[in-house]
Antibody
Framework: QELLVQSGAEVKRPGASVQVSCQAS????????ISWLRQAPGQGLEWMGW????????DTAQEFAGRLSLTTDTSTSTAYMEMRSLTFDDTAVYYC?????????????????WGQGTPVVVSS | IQLTQSPSSLSASVGDRVIITCRAS??????VAWYQQKPGKAPNLLIS???TLQGGVPSRFSGSGSGTDFTLTISSLQPEDFATYYC?????????FGPGTKVDVK
């Protein structure tokens, strides 16, 4: 069974950093990319960035440039998302999702496998 | 690429035919996907490439359209279909989503 399992809920102060992990199982991690998305309370879905499970190449939405880092650990089939300088507006559920197979080249595909979501609350 | 959806919400009864539309700010060929999301859960991919039903998705769901205008149709609404539906374009980076259509009980 293909799964993405994310780390648990986080509560952070403004200005802090948060790291969310996403462990893949049931498929070969290095054959696909992983995208990160978020959903603020009562809002829609926002794509944040993508990372290759093969070589760690990444692409980040301009909105998050400079404070979002995406990394992988292929030995554990885990992707990590770190967001720095958190503000109240970063309160959201953060999701990882499986993206396009690496062999398909650049671009994105519909997300057919999602993690369960990680709530991140930024509160003073 | 901006996506708009209409309506933003609708009330329907079991057995009703439901149509949700998605309009893109520029042509996106057939690179549209539809997702269903229930409260507290991750989105679930229903349809890719405008009309390709994902495995396990009931045939009462269908998609159509091309260019800038797309529709998701539920032919006969079932109790488990009350949820929020999102369209997504994957024609160009960054992938973007519509604001969602909430389908609730009339």
């Amino acid at each position: 069974q293909e799964l993405l399992v994310q780390s648990g809920a986080e509560v952070k102060r403004p200005g802090a950093s948060v790291q969310v992990s996403c462990q893949a199982s049931g498929y070969k991690f290095t054959l696909y990319g992983i995208s990160w998305l978020r959903q603020a309370p009562g809002q829609g879905l926002e794509w944040m960035g993508w990372i290759s499970g093969y070589n760690g190449n990444s692409d980040t939405a301009q909105e998050f440039a400079g404070r979002l880092s995406l990394t992988t650990d292929t030995s554990t089939s885990t992707a990590y998302m770190e967001m720095r300088s958190l503000t109240f507006d970063d309160t959201a559920v953060y999701y990882c999702a499986r993206d396009r197979p690496i062999v398909a080249g650049t671009g994105s595909d519909p997300f057919n496998l999602w993690g369960q979501g990680t709530p991140v609350v930024v509160s003073s | 690429i901006q996506l708009t959806q209409s309506p933003s919400s609708l009330s329907a009864s079991v057995g009703d035919r439901v149509i949700i539309t998605c309009r893109a700010s520029q042509g996106i060929s057939n690179y549209v996907a539809w997702y269903q999301q229930k409260p507290g859960k991750a989105p679930n991919l229903l349809i890719s490439a405008t009309s390709t039903l994902q495995g396990g998705v009931p045939s009462r769901f269908s998609g159509s359209g091309s260019g800038t205008d797309f529709t998701l149709t539920i032919s006969s609404l079932q109790p488990e279909d009350f949820a929020t539906y999102y369209c997504q374009q994957f024609h160009a980076s960054p992938p973007t989503f519509g604001p969602g259509t909430k389908v609730d009980v009339k």
